[in-house]
């Protein structure tokens, strides 16, 4: 449907990003990363849930070394959240690892950085360039150490917007910039394994600083908004930045964040893929809002039906619809469907009217049609 910016290839453990491959969907653990138990458990959880690649927060030595343990345990690749501490991520790439994530606004000594790059060239471990609003570095500071408190950094009095004329350096420059210099060290080391984010909360600003940065380099970039919010309002900011930046053919990797369960960052990834044709992984579920016309509770059928088909795993669309108006059409047109009517509905399969049943059969008989789906298809 979009026409993908072609990107440079790169490989994270099993996970291919860039170029033609699949765009992936990330998640982060909410755990405590020493907590090893909860972390894998965290992470299995994840990975049943289709997360392709996993991130954990580093914060300290303990955590790095048990990067080793919970790597022995999860099938995804593993990426170690490093701020800071340069010294993290070269425990990190000891301790197994399958790429890094820097921060160049708080790791911005590029000796620490080129001691770090060294270690994973060693070990073909790729490097995220990750930027963020909320962690740039002081103005003038780029690079720098000693004097440039980040707390003292003036980011705050840029402009957002770029559009502003009477703005001469605004703060998707100053994004575009800290990227850019980070980049340069890796690449004085020839070294290409990179992938790239610029991200903030605000949706125009980091748009504008991903579709200016992609001017600029070949890399594949990881797309996200940062502290998007709650599960409701953090889906919708992040699926209108995401989707207009995917819509525009860029992006390689997305995350979306949320303060809730990591497993609802997955779901929303996947739908918004889908909701742009760009991944066609599980089920899509079409469902009648309800309205006055409604002859029954659709609403409480469409939650029953979305929970069921969480275990299913085709790429299969199913639709849940409550009244004669849309209902037949979007029925025929799904793969499964159904059209409720006044204590009964009409099953429908690949626009081919299946069955009448009555309402209390609606789920099981939905539910008996995705496992005649399943079972023709293995």
């Not at 026409?3 to 909410?30: C, F, H």
């Not at 790791?107 to 990750?130: L, M, N, Q």
């Not at 559009?163 to 910039?177: C, P, Q």
């Not at 309002?233 to 990797?253: E, K, P, Y």
């Amino acid at each position: 449907m979009f026409e993908r910016r072609l990107t440079n290839q790169i490989a994270i453990g099993d996970t291919v990003i860039g170029g033609d491959a699949p765009i992936s969907v990330q998640s982060m653990t909410k755990t405590d990363t020493r907590d090893i138990k909860s972390t894998i458990r965290q992470i299995k959880e994840l990975e049943d849930a289709g997360c392709e690649i996993i991130r954990c927060a580093v914060p300290d030595l303990e955590a790095a070394d048990a990067l080793a343990e919970i790597k022995k345990n999860i099938s995804i690749p593993l990426v170690a959240d490093i701020h800071f501490h340069h010294n993290l991520a070269l425990k990190s790439i000891e301790n197994g690892v399958d790429a890094l994530r820097l921060n160049p606004g708080n790791i911005r000594d590029s000796d620490k950085v080129r001691e770090v790059v060294k270690a994973a060239k060693t070990r073909s471990i790729p490097i995220r360039i990750g930027v963020n609003f909320g962690s740039l570095p002081p103005i003038g500071g780029i690079g720098k150490t000693g004097d440039f408190h980040r707390l003292a950094d003036g980011v705050n009095k840029l402009a957002k917007d770029s559009k502003e004329t009477d703005a001469e350096y605004n703060v998707v420059d100053h994004m575009v910039n800290t990227a850019l210099w980070e980049v340069a060290i890796l690449e004085d080391m020839d070294f290409d394994q990179i992938k790239i984010s610029v991200k903030g909360f605000d949706v125009p600003m980091t748009v504008d600083a991903y579709t200016r940065l992609s001017d600029k380099v070949d890399y594949p970039l990881h797309l996200g908004i940062t502290e998007a919010g709650t599960p409701l309002n953090g889906s919708i900011r992040s699926a209108v930045g995401l989707g207009t930046l995917l819509a525009m053919g860029i992006g390689d990797t997305i995350r979306v964040s949320l303060a809730g369960d990591p497993v609802l960052e997955v779901e929303a990834g996947y739908e918004i893929l889908k909701s742009l044709n760009l991944r066609n992984k599980g089920v899509t579920l079409v469902a009648c809002p309800s309205c006055g016309r409604a002859d029954v509770d659709i609403v409480k059928y469409a939650n029953m039906v979305d929970e069921a088909l969480k275990k299913f795993d085709k790429p299969i669309k199913v639709a849940v619809m409550g009244c004669e108006v849309n209902g037949p059409g979007e029925a025929k047109d799904a793969d499964i469907g159904i059209a409720a009517g006044v204590g009964r509905g009409i099953i429908f399969r690949k626009g081919q009217k299946v069955k009448v049943v009555p309402e209390s059969e609606f789920l099981p008989a939905l539910i008996e049609e995705m496992e005649k789906i399943d079972l023709e298809s293995k």
